[in-house]
């Protein structure tokens, strides 16, 4: 039975890399509260001898049954005395070892606290000469974090950020202060904070996995209740008061929160939308700044045992002005009024080697979701099967949970599996056919879509690595056709995609890393005939890096990539995960023809003291200027360096 979901052999040898990748790769660029959170697990190694049951299933590339199993070896047969012992308890790899023990310690004494002042000074400066401006505030990008951890008492945290075009240093504001272990392990936390619970459907924060190198990993929510935000997310946190009291088997959280949101007004002085980018860079993002008042409640029980998990979670919410858009076609199912409300339940249970997992939920305007899971480990096999559907009348803006768009309007059904044919060979597949059976905001009919995903993996040996891809996706949209010579109108066509790719991995010395990867991308639009007719189109594209890491000493890392990238629109884009300054999220969508490169410098200047610099820069030959909603710039090459200071361990 694998501890490891969608890890390679030597993974390990790509810090802030191949694991990160394998799990994020498909996610928001924004999303960097997800890549943090990995981060700090890899800065902040848990002892296997303390950490609990509940702690331990929040780690998103572990196995849920692995998991399980260590707490109740540890539980049966006393502490592990070593790495050895636990490696021969538990009858671990070699490679997971070596992947485990970046996050993990195992001591058998109590370990000193770390350094609990954290401290974080981060900026981003873009070289380039922006004309037709409309911001209103300099180009540059810049955040400054504070934490404080007293081990297990309390923790504090601090955020102040300027997003590019933005014109005040604190645009975005946010903290917390948090006691922990008031009372029987209860927890109090006062200023901004999120919610995890369930499986998404009632109350998620703004990010979670989607569909990647691993069948299971995206599938399974890995909530971890209340926490402090203290992250550049701009707009899906709460402000107020969170608590969580433990009561034997029960767990109880309750939550107030009272806070402004950004949102753009109907003449009549109804909210026309919700703004959810927290940039306030232009005249007009200025003036929709803070113009609704939410005031939400909520609150969760939880039921644990030996074998799963039950509970309820539901909110309700009060809004200053009523929320009316104004287009009854397109928001036809889009939330309208002045309150709302949310209540769900949900499930994790294991049945031997069987995980079950699911929630139901329903919204105020009597619109249902549901996601029912199951995870079958089988030791050198892995299946997975998950079913959803969710009415187009759920209204909910707090969820996130499995699907293809929001958690609206979506029916689907994604099964998957691994096998791990030796120590050397691993084969990933998946299969996601969906549905939305009412129109979308741009597309005025139900359309469907599937997506199919297989991957091998092939270790040669402890320093050599292939990865083999090949991704088929379907999905209708909406094009121009010619009814006659003179008249056009839109129709319903397939777009049918495939993006194949080949990776290789290798270590020829302990201080040196290499990895070459070309990605292919192919797009065609079949040709319709009838009363509609237009003729069939292709689209290519492709990309080709190689990456280099050289630590020439134990307190200096550099990394260098240099990409070639050709496609013929930005419909046939190939997107590039790349390394950056930790805890940026980076995803390129790169398009055109032309060549990027950028070096990565990272130092460990003293214990308590690391400097990370990130230079960069795209020369694409298909574009004479560089253009964005908010500005132009008139030559083919874009710069930019990140520079970041981390102060504590």
Not at 389 to 402: A, G, Y
Not at 462 to 479: G, Y
Request: glycine share 8%; aromatic share 14%; charged share 25%.
């Amino acid at each position: 039975m694998s501890i490891l979901l969608g890890i390679n052999q030597i993974s390990h040898l790509y810090a802030q890399g191949e694991i990160e990748e394998a799990l994020l790769e498909n996610q928001h660029e924004e999303a960097s509260e997800l890549l943090e959170h990995l981060l700090n697990l890899r800065q902040h190694p848990a002892d296997l001898n303390r950490i609990s049951l509940r702690t331990l299933l929040t780690y998103p590339f572990l196995s849920p049954f692995m998991v399980r199993n260590l707490i109740r070896d540890r539980s049966v047969n006393g502490p592990f005395q070593s790495w050895s012992d636990f490696q021969k308890r538990l009858d671990i790899q070699e490679y997971q070892l070596r992947v485990l023990r970046d996050y993990f310690t195992i001591s058998l004494s109590h370990l000193t606290q770390g350094d609990p002042l954290q401290f974080r000074w981060h900026h981003q400066i873009p070289f380039k000469d922006l004309e037709n401006s409309r911001y209103i505030g300099s180009p540059w990008k810049a955040y400054q974090r504070l934490t404080f951890d007293s081990g297990s008492h309390w923790r504090m945290g601090l955020l102040t950020e300027k997003d590019t075009g933005e014109s005040r240093w604190n645009d975005h504001l946010v903290g917390y202060v948090e006691g922990r272990n008031l009372f029987h392990g209860s927890r109090l936390l006062v200023g901004n904070f999120r919610v995890e619970t369930g499986q998404g459907l009632v109350l998620w924060g703004p990010y979670g996995l989607f569909k990647g190198a691993d069948p299971a990993s995206p599938l399974k929510k890995r909530p971890r209740g209340i926490l402090g935000h203290s992250s550049t997310e701009e707009t899906l946190y709460l402000s107020g008061i969170a608590s969580e009291i433990h009561a034997r088997s029960f767990r109880i959280t309750a939550f107030v929160s009272s806070r402004s949101l950004d949102a753009t007004l109907n003449e009549d002085g109804s909210v026309k939308h919700i703004r959810t980018t927290g940039l306030h860079r232009t005249v007009s993002e200025m003036a929709a700044m803070n113009r609704l008042h939410e005031t939400l409640t909520g609150g969760r029980i939880e039921h644990t045992w030996n074998w799963g998990t039950v509970g309820m979670t539901g909110w309700k919410a009060q809004y200053s002005k009523n929320i009316d858009p104004n287009d009854p076609v397109r928001y036809y199912y889009d939330f309208r009024g002045d309150k709302n409300h949310v209540v769900g339940i949900d499930a994790d249970l294991y049945l031997w080697r069987i995980n079950l997992f699911s929630e139901v939920a329903r919204s105020r305007s009597e619109g249902w979701a549901f996601i029912g899971n199951s995870i079958i480990d089988m030791g050198r096999s892995l299946l997975v099967f998950s079913y959803r559907h969710f009415d187009p009348f759920f209204q909910n803006s707090r969820s996130h949970s499995f699907c293809t768009s929001d958690v609206s309007n979506e029916e689907g059904f994604y099964w998957g599996f691994r096998y791990t044919f030796s120590k050397q060979t691993r084969l990933s597949f998946y299969y996601d056919a969906y549905r939305r059976p009412w129109r979308t905001y741009s597309i005025p009919v139900p359309v469907r879509g599937d997506d199919l995903f297989i991957q091998v993996d092939q270790a040669w040996s402890s320093t050599v690595d292939l990865t083999l891809r090949a991704r088929f996706n379907r999905r209708e949209t909406m094009h121009e056709g010619f009814l006659n010579e003179d008249l056009t109108t839109s129709f319903l066509r397939d777009r049918q995609g495939r993006v194949s790719r080949i990776e290789l991995r290798y270590r020829p010395m302990s201080v040196l890393s290499l990895k070459s990867r070309f990605e292919t991308v192919a797009l065609y639009y079949p040709e319709s005939r009838g009363i509609v007719s237009h003729p069939a189109t292709r689209e290519s594209g492709f990309l080709f890096y190689q990456d280099i890491g050289f630590r020439p000493q134990s307190s200096v890392n550099i990394s260098v990539r240099w990409i070639f990238f050709d496609t013929d629109s930005y419909d046939s884009r190939v997107y590039e995960f790349e390394g950056d300054v930790p805890g940026v999220l980076s995803i390129r969508p790169l398009y055109g023809k032309g060549h990027r490169g950028y070096i990565i410098f990272r130092w460990k200047i003293a214990k308590n003291l690391r400097f990370c610099l990130k230079g960069a820069v795209t020369f694409n030959n298909k574009a004479e200027s560089w253009h964005s909603e908010n500005y132009s710039a008139s030559n083919n090459t874009h710069k930019q360096i990140n520079i970041q200071f981390d102060f504590g361990s």
